[in-house]
């Protein structure tokens, strides 16, 4: 039983996370959304990023499954000061209005978990990949 493509929240939802997040293969797939949390899964293609973001009104948690990157932090998308190799079991916690980026520079797919608090993405949304999301119209660029 396949528990991606379909947003859960706000109902109760249990998962083993580690699991779906390494069999989700599209670049981002919204698992739950709930009045004050999300729960996006990610796959990021060797030499993919998620690009250069900022949230001003939540905070984001991310935690790589599968594979290695560089992930940045910083006050403006020019002074990302914070600049850190990541992999497998690296936690990444990225406050209300700072801007930040994960870029794989690894050989392998990356395989990532999101939270959000509070929600950042309309209840369900998919992208199947980068352009997808890119092309968006809900989604703040």
Same mark, same amino acid.
Do not use: C
């Given at each position: 039983?396949?528990?991606?493509?379909?947003?859960?929240?706000?109902?109760? &939802?249990?998962?083993?996370?580690?699991?779906? =997040?390494?069999? $989700?293969? %599209?670049?981002? @797939?919204?698992?739950?959304?709930?009045? &004050?949390?999300?729960?996006?899964?990610?796959?990021?293609? %060797?030499?993919?990023?998620?690009?250069?973001?900022?949230?001003?009104?939540? @905070?984001?948690?991310?935690?790589?499954?599968?594979?290695?990157?560089?992930?940045?932090?910083? =006050? @403006?998308?020019? $002074?990302?000061?914070?600049?850190?190799?990541?992999? @497998?079991?690296? %936690?990444?916690?990225?406050?209300?209005?700072?801007?930040? $980026?994960?870029?794989?520079?690894?050989?392998? =797919?990356?395989?990532? &978990?999101?939270? &959000?608090?509070?929600?950042?993405?309309?209840?369900?949304?998919?992208?199947?990949?980068?352009?997808? %999301?890119?092309?968006?119209?809900?989604?703040?660029?």
């Amino acid at each position: 039983m396949s528990d991606l493509r379909t947003d859960h929240g706000p109902n109760p &939802y249990v998962l083993d996370i580690e699991k779906v =997040t390494l069999d $989700n293969g %599209a670049f981002r @797939d919204t698992l739950w959304t709930g009045s &004050y949390l999300q729960m996006t899964v990610m796959a990021i293609p %060797a030499g993919g990023e998620i690009g250069a973001e900022v949230h001003d009104d939540h @905070d984001q948690f991310l935690r790589l499954e599968a594979g290695q990157g560089r992930i940045m932090i910083g =006050t @403006d998308e020019n $002074n990302l000061d914070v600049d850190r190799i990541v992999e @497998d079991d690296f %936690a990444i916690f990225v406050p209300a209005g700072k801007w930040h $980026n994960f870029v794989n520079e690894g050989e392998e =797919t990356v395989k990532l &978990y999101s939270i &959000y608090a509070a929600p950042d993405h309309v209840p369900g949304t998919f992208h199947q990949t980068k352009q997808d %999301a890119d092309n968006d119209p809900n989604e703040q660029h």
